[in-house]
């Protein structure tokens, strides 16, 4: 039985195999030793896939910090700063299927890849998250 871990695997290998997405679902559900409608209760396209994987890469990041008992007792501005030092950890081991993925749409840089909106509402609930917290112990002043 197949899940979303192992369908991001096997997807991120292929795009750094083949240096380009899966031809089709279709293709893709073959690579994958599963039918395409077992495909579909995992994920709505590829793009969605794109989405998990970035939101994956995230909440994997959060979850380190959380668990550190140092970075309980952080201010807030030390919290952010710890989380963007992790992020860029993080992505720097996916470095590959990063360089591999974005390489293409770079064509289209002004506009934001949709791959990215499921991470950007995640991240920004975040972010609220650590104003709250910067409001509530007096160490960021609050602004209209």
């Known amino acids: 039985m197949k899940d979303k871990i192992s369908i991001r695997k096997k997807?991120?290998?292929?795009?750094?195999?083949?240096?380009?997405?899966p031809v089709s679902v279709f293709a893709f559900a073959k690579e994958l030793e599963m039918e395409?409608?077992?495909f579909y209760t995992?994920?709505?396209s590829f793009i969605s896939i794109e989405q998990d994987i970035w939101k994956s890469i995230f909440i994997e990041t959060l979850e380190e910090l959380e668990v550190d008992e140092v970075y309980q007792n952080y201010s807030a501005k030390e919290k952010l700063l710890?989380?963007?030092?992790?992020?860029?950890?993080?992505l720097r081991t996916n470095r590959s299927?990063?360089?591999?993925?974005?390489?293409?749409?770079?064509?289209?840089?002004?506009?934001?890849?949709k791959e990215l909106d499921t991470f950007k509402k995640v991240f920004y609930t975040f972010i609220e998250q650590i104003l709250a917290?910067?409001?509530?112990?007096?160490?960021i002043k609050e602004r209209k």
């Open 97 to 113: 299927f990063i360089i591999c993925h974005r390489r293409d749409k770079s064509k289209n840089f002004p506009t934001q890849p």
């Open 11 to 21: 997807y991120t290998e292929f795009i750094l195999i083949n240096g380009q997405k």
């Open 36 to 38: 395409e409608t077992d």
């Open 42 to 44: 995992f994920y709505s």
């Open 133 to 139: 917290l910067g409001i509530e112990k007096n160490e």
């Open 82 to 90: 710890a989380f963007y030092f992790m992020w860029i950890q993080k």
